[in-house]
């Protein structure tokens, strides 16, 4: 089955850049989904399609998927940022969705 | 606006059934596909099963297949996993989702909009 890989754990300054990577099999050729999840709540779609930013999330989030890595960038940090993240893909050969294993964000 | 409530969660025995719904409001149901995704305490988010906007399609996570079921009633707006012969590892908060695209087939779209989940606790 298709297997994800991201970092546990991403420590970030307050207004410095925070970069979470997504390991994939020849993930740039999918796209991906990233979602953001704060403690006691449920997933929210920070981007999708590799880049796309939804209405409502701030510019300081982007993507980028080139190769067997997908991205998501952090810009100038805030405090309200730290929450774990987590990439998605669709599987076709497994026709399953597949999650990321998951980073979580700290804010120091 | 999009709300999505589950609900039946609870505490049951290894080896025993149990029955989740979730309402929708705010949209159009029927245009959608829809989907369950758990999360077990303190672990990561994993898609369990998908319906698409008409039944057509029904897909499940390879850790389920065989003992879950789920199926939707467009008329009421409700999407329902039954859930048999549970393990203690399907213990988890089930999060009821909302596929991005209308009409569209496994995999085109993401998870746009998420109810609060439900909570399964299977132990003895």
């Known amino acids: 089955s298709y297997v994800l890989t991201q970092p546990p754990s991403v420590s970030v300054a307050p207004g410095k850049t925070a970069r979470i990577t997504c390991g994939g099999n020849?993930?740039?050729?999918?796209?991906v989904h990233w979602y953001q999840q704060k403690p006691g709540q449920a997933p929210v779609l920070v981007i999708s399609?590799?880049?796309d930013r939804p209405s409502g999330i701030p510019e300081r989030f982007s993507g980028s998927n080139s190769g067997n890595t997908a991205t998501l960038t952090i810009s100038r940090v805030e405090a309200g940022d730290e929450a774990d993240y987590y990439c998605?893909?669709?599987?076709?050969?497994?026709?399953?969705?597949?999650f990321g294993t998951g980073t979580k964000v700290t804010v120091l | 606006e999009v709300q999505l409530v589950e609900s039946g969660g609870g505490l049951v025995q290894p080896g025993r059934s149990l029955r989740l719904s979730c309402a929708a409001s705010?949209?159009?149901?029927?245009?959608?596909?829809m989907h369950w995704v758990r999360q077990a305490p303190g672990k990561g988010l994993e898609w369990v099963s998908g319906?698409?906007?008409?039944?057509?399609?029904?897909d499940y996570a390879d850790s389920v297949k065989g003992r879950f079921t789920i199926s939707r009633d467009n008329a009421k707006n409700s999407l329902y996993l039954q859930m048999s012969s549970l393990r203690a590892e399907d213990t988890a908060l089930y999060y009821c989702?909302?596929?991005?695209?209308?009409?569209?087939?496994?995999?085109?779209?993401?998870?746009?909009?998420w109810g609060q989940g439900t909570l399964v606790t299977v132990s003895s």
């Open positions: 989702a909302k596929d991005s695209m209308v009409a569209a087939p496994p995999g085109v779209g993401y998870f746009d909009y």
């Open positions: 705010g949209f159009t149901f029927g245009d959608y596909a």
């Open positions: 319906i698409t906007w008409k039944s057509g399609r029904i």
């Open positions: 020849n993930i740039g050729s999918q796209g």
């Open positions: 399609y590799d880049s």
């Open positions: 998605q893909v669709w599987d076709s050969s497994g026709d399953h969705y597949v």
